[in-house]
Nanobody, 114 residues
Framework: QVQLVESGGGLVQPGGSLRLSCACSVNITSTYAMGWYRQAPGKRRELVAGISGGGVTKYVDSVKGRFTISIDNAKNTLYLQMNSLKPEDTAVYYC????????WGQGTQVTVSS
């Protein structure tokens, strides 16, 4: 059974940084389309950043230049480096793998507040 486990969330001040990790129990990072989503209270879940099996990345406009998605295939781990964080980045962040089946992690809370 495939499991995705996120870590690295927490409370950070505006302008700060966090790095989220998503550890996958099996090797899907090299073949699946992987992504980070977020959901703020009262809002729909949105794709923040995605990376294809070929390494092509995409970002929602609001995080371009601040967030970086990456993969370590040897560790079956997906990362999201988040810099220059803003209060509007506050949300639960989820990692996802899309392929023959779709997999989701349980989410990690990111709170940006002074």
């Amino acid at each position: 059974q495939v499991q995705l486990v996120e870590s690295g969330g927490g409370l950070v001040q505006p302008g700060g940084s966090l790095r989220l990790s998503c550890a996958c129990s099996v090797n899907i990072t090299s073949t699946y389309a992987m992504g980070w989503y977020r959901q703020a209270p009262g809002k729909r879940r949105e794709l923040v950043a995605g990376i294809s099996g070929g390494g092509v990345t995409k970002y929602v406009d609001s995080v371009k230049g601040r967030f970086t998605i990456s993969i370590d295939n040897a560790k079956n781990t997906l990362y999201l480096q988040m810099n220059s964080l803003k209060p509007e980045d506050t949300a639960v962040y989820y990692c996802s793998g899309a392929g023959p089946e779709d997999y989701w992690g349980q989410g990690t809370q990111v709170t940006v507040s002074s």
